[in-house]
T-cell receptor, first 112, second 118 residues
Framework: GQQVMQIPQYQHVQEGEDFTTYCNSSTTLSNIQWYKQRPGGHPVFLIQLVKSGEVKKQKRLTFQFGEAKKNSSLHITATQTTDVGTYFCMSPPFFGNEKLTFGTGTRLTIIP | GAVVSQHPSWVICKSGTSVKIECRSLDFQATTMFWYRQFPKQSLMLMATSNEGSKATYEQGVEKDKFLINHASLTLSTLTVTSAHPEDSSFYIC??????????????FGPGTRLLVL
């Protein structure tokens, strides 16, 4: 079955620095979703990417889906303390026999 | 690493029947487990928070009498969809929070259970 690897597992950055997390799949993904989970909270949906090479922006967050639809990235410009949390990608099952695949998540901590 | 299992992975049932889905944390104790539902092409939606030894906390719009949650042990939470109807057909995912004393908590997701109600 498909696997989604996410790197890095942890990232500590100074406030104001940029941050990027990457998801890589062994198989082509139908689409990919990104979630953010604040410490003590539950995952909150951020965005869904469907098209090959798609790029979407949400304020300081830039999401990209690779041309081959096997990788995706989330980039945060000029991090703020409110960005703290775990970011993970998820590939929802498209066909009936597929399983939902979550990336392992990247835990972001901000050093003030 | 920690693993969360779900059983069954697939279930097809007739309208009006009840379906039980199990969520187990395999190598850690989870005082809190979460149940999510995902409809096709939609994002994960939190249904309820399951707390070991106490009543679950349901999100707004989720019927607690229809989606019964039991968290009887530190490694098992169950979700029972009572009197299932076709509109309950969805992908149900659980997650478990690992608070084993490490520096940072980690939440692990189960592989999901696909429910199809005919």
């Amino acid at each position: 079955g498909q696997q989604v690897m996410q790197i890095p597992q942890y990232q500590h950055v100074q406030e104001g620095e940029d941050f990027t997390t990457y998801c890589n799949s062994s198989t082509t993904l139908s689409n990919i979703q990104w979630y953010k989970q604040r410490p003590g909270g539950h995952p909150v949906f951020l965005i869904q990417l469907v098209k090959s090479g798609e790029v979407k922006k949400q304020k300081r967050l830039t999401f990209q889906f690779g041309e081959a639809k096997k990788n995706s990235s989330l980039h945060i410009t000029a991090t703020q303390t409110t960005d703290v949390g775990t970011y993970f990608c998820m590939s929802p099952p498209f066909f009936g026999n597929e399983k939902l695949t979550f990336g392992t998540g990247t835990r972001l901590t901000i050093i003030p | 690493g920690a693993v969360v299992s779900q059983h069954p992975s697939w279930v097809i049932c007739k309208s009006g029947t009840s379906v039980k889905i199990e969520c187990r944390s395999l190598d850690f104790q989870a005082t809190t487990m979460f149940w999510y539902r995902q409809f096709p092409k939609q994002s994960l939606m939190l249904m309820a928070t399951s707390n070991e030894g106490s009543k679950a906390t349901y999100e707004q719009g989720v019927e607690k009498d229809k989606f019964l949650i039991n968290h009887a042990s530190l490694t098992l939470s169950t979700l029972t969809v009572t009197s299932a109807h076709p509109e309950d057909s969805s992908f149900y995912i659980c997650s478990a929070r690992d608070l084993s004393g490490r520096v940072q908590e980690t939440q692990y997701f189960g592989p999901g259970t696909r429910l199809l109600v005919l």
